[in-house]
């Protein structure tokens, strides 16, 4: 094809495209429901058929309507999509949401029974513990202000956190407030 032939191909795309122009939009806008995403629509597929070397169609009119219609189906196809996705992204918030404050009650359970192990610990673990956890303090620092080896405060460290874990794998018992009835 020579650039002669080319651009004849281009301004009879050019000349038929603007006589359909109207047409394929009102077509477009009645599929999508929208006179601007209409009026988008053709604009990208002239822009498609012009980036084309040639267009071979020998009713480019017909060609030109059937291809507007195509990109409307495919816009709503996409639109669908879209909102499957939203939807469902929405629905998976919702059920998070709907979660969330049973997730919180199982929480605020779990370090109920913690501190109740904690509780429960001998006097010097538990502080070693808190001194540790709460305080930031390293084994080294406690056993110098404890005058024990920081072996010890390995050890104790060791049962508490034993008695930690042990208390959060137990089956949960969930505690009844008075007043509240089950539902």
């Given at each position: 094809?020579?650039?002669?032939?080319?651009?004849?191909?281009?301004?009879?795309l050019l000349q038929v495209f603007l006589a359909q122009r109207a047409r394929m939009e009102a077509m477009?806008?009645?599929?999508?429901?929208?006179?601007?995403?209409?009026?988008?629509?053709?604009?990208?597929?002239?822009?498609?058929?012009?980036?084309?070397?040639?267009?071979?169609?020998?009713?480019?009119?017909?060609?030109?309507?059937?291809?507007?219609?195509?990109?409307a189906i495919d816009h709503l196809r996409s639109e669908g999509s879209r909102e499957r996705v939203a939807?469902?992204?929405?629905?998976?918030?919702?059920?998070?949401?709907?979660?969330?404050?049973?997730?919180?009650?199982?929480?605020?359970?779990?370090?109920?029974?913690?501190?109740?192990?904690?509780?429960?610990?001998?006097?010097?673990?538990?502080?070693?513990?808190?001194?540790?956890?709460?305080?930031?303090?390293?084994?080294?620092?406690?056993?110098?202000?404890?005058?024990?080896?920081?072996?010890?405060?390995?050890?104790?460290?060791?049962?508490?956190?034993?008695?930690?874990?042990?208390?959060?794998?137990?089956?949960?018992?969930?505690?009844?407030?008075?007043?509240?009835?089950?539902?």
């Open positions: 094809m020579t650039d002669s032939d080319n651009d004849g191909a281009r301004a009879r477009v806008n009645r599929r999508v429901g929208c006179r601007a995403t209409a009026s988008d629509l053709v604009q990208e597929l002239f822009l498609r058929l012009w980036r084309r070397p040639e267009v071979k169609a020998q009713a480019l009119d017909t060609y030109l309507l059937r291809c507007a219609g195509n990109l939807e469902a992204s929405l629905a998976g918030d919702e059920a998070a949401q709907a979660q969330a404050p049973e997730h919180a009650l199982e929480v605020d359970h779990d370090l109920q029974r913690i501190e109740t192990a904690l509780r429960a610990l001998p006097e010097r673990t538990r502080q070693i513990f808190l001194l540790n956890r709460i305080h930031g303090c390293t084994y080294g620092e406690i056993a110098k202000a404890m005058q024990l080896s920081q072996s010890a405060v390995e050890k104790h460290m060791m049962r508490a956190l034993e008695a930690c874990k042990a208390s959060i794998a137990e089956p949960a018992t969930f505690i009844r407030r008075p007043g509240s009835a089950r539902r």
